[in-house]
């Protein structure tokens, strides 16, 4: 259940140092028995695209299968933010991570990850920001929300944040003097949320996401329009961090992109509404870093 009032509480102008607020309750982060400091236990965070519990269900059964076949325990690392994800990948404290594009682009560019595999939906590896209204606002354009209340996912987010500054900056604003309130909900879901039940005005979402939630007749789904789209660019990756074993780098590489070929693959290819697992074309992450370069490495 999205507690409203929690998602208010991250209110934060963009100048400020947001700190965290859970958004709801939940259990330790690290829900598993396993001794953390075992070296034969795969470390793997996941950052949360998704509200934690929704994330942690739809991937226990390809963290299962990755156990199964690796004959390795694997000790599910949840965080909220996408960049305490990252400072994990740097850092070497987990081996393997799902994460954003845009966190991808930074690791990439500063040396500390390692691309696996993205994934393929309706033939693309691709995905794109929604600005988002609800359906009964009146609310009809970006420049609509002039002067309103606005989500964005994460600091660290392409779909969920930087794209939407960067059309802002194109319409010669900042989020500061165009937002009333900016607030960070640090899940695309809870973004949603957030528009359909009134706590904020619009948002900035993930395609892929929001999609998924209109394709499964979400109730705070059906009750929201998008009024503009962002570029394409790469879709959110798999990766490890540099300091992975190249031969587990490998071995995870190799099981996650023939997972079609198995059929206890396809099944869970289906249970994630992925059509497949594919190489990354680091070409398509080229919008990321020039929306970067356009905002000045925001």
Request: charged share 25%.
């Amino acid at each position: 259940m999205i507690i409203l009032s929690l998602i208010i509480v991250v209110a934060c102008s963009e100048k400020q140092e947001l700190t965290y607020v859970p958004l709801i309750s939940t259990e330790e982060e690290n829900d598993t028995s396993l001794p953390e400091e075992s070296e034969n236990v795969i470390r793997t965070a996941f950052a949360s695209v998704v509200s934690p519990e929704e994330t942690r269900y739809k991937y226990d059964l390809l963290i299962k299968y990755l156990e199964d076949h690796l004959e390795r325990p694997i000790l599910i690392i949840q965080k909220q933010t996408y960049d305490e994800v990252n400072e994990l990948l740097k850092n070497g404290e987990v081996d393997l991570a799902f994460i954003c594009s845009l966190s991808y682009v930074i690791g990439t560019e500063e040396g500390y990850m390692v691309d696996l595999a993205t994934t393929l939906i309706d033939n693309d590896d691709v995905y794109r920001s929604y600005i988002i209204t609800h359906k009964n606002s009146g609310l009809e354009t970006l420049a609509d929300l002039k002067g309103k209340r606005f989500a964005f996912a994460d600091p660290y987010s392409y779909t969920g944040r930087l794209a939407a500054l960067e059309m802002i900056v194109q319409m010669g604003y900042t989020a500061n003097d165009f937002f009333e309130e900016t607030f960070y909900t640090y899940s695309h879901d809870y973004s949603v949320s957030a528009v359909a039940r009134g706590a904020v005005d619009g948002a900035a979402v993930d395609s892929i996401l929001f999609d998924m939630l209109l394709d499964l007749e979400n109730e705070d789904a059906m009750q929201i329009q998008i009024v503009q789209k962002g570029p394409w660019a790469g879709a959110p990756p798999i990766v490890v961090s540099h300091k992975t074993d190249e031969n587990l780098k490998t071995d995870i590489k190799e099981l996650i992109l023939t997972l079609n070929e198995d059929p206890r693959g396809q099944h869970i290819l289906q249970e994630l509404k992925i059509q497949e697992y594919v190489p990354i074309n680091r070409e398509k992450y080229q919008p990321i870093r020039d929306a970067m370069k356009f905002m000045g490495g925001d």
